[in-house]
């Protein structure tokens, strides 16, 4: 019997070891890590260069506490970071996780708001569906059903405007209205709240868990933060899943030319080796901050230098290696091969994606984007089907958790265009029992 527990009964066999985008369990059954775990593993696994960077920093030291000592990997990380990220960003905070880091975004704010002489403003607008956080705070940002309904009511609720999925809508609009259309939404509900009490708006850029994927209309970016300006909103890029290269940038927020006021990343960081995560803020955020007498913040392990050690190889491979520019050509690979399955299984709806955070959705009718009958529970039927035959994807229910299935297919940003094919091919294999298994039509 084990004594662990996690959501469920469910559980999986003992992982053994792991290499590039393979694991393999203790029965030597191999899986492709088709979804880097929960799109963490950007570099793929036993990157000799980083488990050697951490080596070196375990034999210098462990652990500084930092009201005790500064530490040279935390420092030059913060450098990189900076370097990387867009001007103005020359503050880093480093976190262990990516709630950790949308926590610390969101007091990063809310103190800003108070020393600044703007304590009316404690309103965060976030959007519905959206995934933030499993922390108290950041779940009530989060939109997913399934996730707050235990913890109602929320510690504060905040309001919430339409995610923008333009894929569900059956209107005669261009793409670029959509977008302008979804993107006012924020405007109305600012009025709505009255924008003396809002302090600022948080967006994952390209949709994680909650979407499946989602990119917005070229136009919707632009004109968020243009918005956010008008009325001195501050804007929050939750870039815990597109940061760090996984959408072909270093930072999801280029892809627009987008400055947001603040940035919170996490998983990539990391890199599934080890718990890491960053906030940046544009300077004069911080300095205000500081001046008054500091941050009211701050957890135990921040600037771990082990950890710190490590997400600065994970950068280094990134670059040595151009994985950035691989992660824009396979996924467009990957994006195309989706487009295929999709033209071949009339119960996939639709498919989406940016770089390799990619994802497809099922439907029982495309015209309409009907979901498939929830009791089917095809999100873990076909995620189970893909396991058996040695593939890992990601899975949720989509659309508030009430409806609709969609699959984030996301391998590590070193895949090849051959273990794509592979990829491919399994799920071609899957959907096709998945088709037979739950009668959908062919
Ligand atoms: N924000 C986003 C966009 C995420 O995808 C996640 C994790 N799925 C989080 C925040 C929370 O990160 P963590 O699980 O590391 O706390």
Known sequence: MSHLFYQTRDRRPLLDRAEGIYMWDVNGKRYIDGSSGAMVSNIGHSNPHVLAAMRAQMDKSTFGYRLHFENAPAEDLAAKVAELSPEGHDKVFFVSGGSESVESAVKLARQYAFVSGQDSRWKIISRSPSYHGATLGALALTSYEPLNAPFKPMVTAMPKIPAPRCYLDRDNLSDEERGLRYADMLRD???????DSVLAFIMEPVGGASTG???????????IREICDKFGILLIYDEVMTGVGRTGKFLACEHWN?????????????????PLGA???????????????????????????IACAAGLAVIEEIFRHNMMENTTKVGGELLAGLGRLMDKYPFIGDVRGKGLLTAFE???????MTPLDRNL?????LVNIAYERGLIIYSRRSRGGVEGDHFLVCPPMITTSEQIADI?????DSLDELATILNLPR
């Open 362 to 368: 099922l439907v029982s009718d495309r015209e309409t």
């Open 279 to 305: 906030m940046t803020a544009k300077q004069h955020i911080v300095d205000k901050i500081l001046d008054a007498g500091g941050f009211q913040h701050g957890y135990t392990y921040a600037g771990n230098p």
């Open 377 to 381: 529970n095809a999100f873990s039927q």
């Open 424 to 428: 491919l091919a399994i799920l071609d």
């Open 189 to 195: 509900r600012i009025i709505e709240e009255g924008p």
């Open 213 to 223: 994927a989602l990119v917005a209309p070229e136009s919707y970016y632009g004109r």
């Open 258 to 274: 987008i400055n947001p006021d603040i940035i919170a990343t996490a998983k990539g960081f990391g890199a599934g080796y080890v």
